[in-house]
């Protein structure tokens, strides 16, 4: 059953440090997404990418943040100089299409930030 | 805005018991209702869905029932077993416009044998 796989699964990185986080979504899925979760709260929504640019972002997506997909598999989401308060577990989903499908979710890359 | 709330955590049961998560979302638009799974180690699983009023969403003796006059999209579960220890998330999404899933704040379920 085709999946969305992540690397790494866990990222130990010094503020101020760029960490890429990389994801593969499923090969035939249209939308890519971008979720994280702080320990113990919600899981928020980021950004989400359609036909080669975001089509929305939330209020976290700042300009330290920034997604790409730099070839016809892989989808990153980048942060430029990280902070105490990004370390969280970072989900990547990915969807067929719009409306009620399912977004099919990466086991995520939990990031530490030192 | 746009916001889910879910019954809090964690949440110990005995195996074969009866279980109900709440959820309940804020009536503001034709949202689609969801629940995800996350059993540890994994990623979120899409459990279940509902699209519109009255519908039902099953799956794995899980259901949940979309309620407009109530705003709730409860999961319910006949007998549980010690599999479903998991995190239980909530969610909606709009039909039209924004893609993204709003996200309760996850139920910890562990069921002892």
């Known amino acids: 059953e085709p999946e969305v796989t992540q690397t790494p699964s866990h990222q130990v990185t010094q503020m101020g440090q760029e960490v890429i986080l990389r994801c593969v979504p499923i090969?035939?899925?249209?939308?890519f997404y971008w979720y994280r979760q702080i320990l113990g709260q919600k899981v928020e929504f980021l950004v989400s990418f359609y036909n080669n640019e975001i089509s929305e972002k939330s209020e976290i997506f700042d300009d330290q943040f920034s997604v790409e997909r730099p070839d016809g598999s892989n989808f990153t989401l980048k942060i430029r100089s990280t902070k105490l308060e990004d370390s969280a577990m970072y989900f990547c989903?990915?969807?067929?299409?719009?409306?009620?499908?399912?977004?099919?979710f990466g086991p995520g890359t939990r990031l530490t930030v030192l | 805005g746009n916001s889910v709330t879910q019954m809090e955590g964690p949440v110990t049961l005995s195996e074969e018991a009866f279980l109900t998560i709440n959820c309940t979302y804020t009536a503001t638009g034709y949202p689609s209702l969801f629940w995800y799974v996350q059993y540890p180690g994994e990623g979120l699983q899409l459990l279940l869905k509902a699209t519109k009023a009255d519908d039902k969403g099953s799956n794995k003796g899980f259901e949940a029932t979309y309620r407009k006059e109530t705003t709730s999209f409860h999961l319910e579960k006949g007998s549980v077993q010690v599999s479903d220890s998991a995190v239980y998330f909530c969610?909606?999404?709009?039909?039209?416009?924004?893609?993204?899933?709003?996200f309760g704040q996850g139920t910890r379920l562990t069921i002892n044998p």
């Open positions: 090969s035939n899925h249209l939308y």
């Open positions: 989903a990915s969807s067929e299409r719009e409306g009620p499908n399912e977004q099919f």
């Open positions: 969610a909606r999404k709009e039909v039209q416009g924004a893609q993204k899933l709003v």
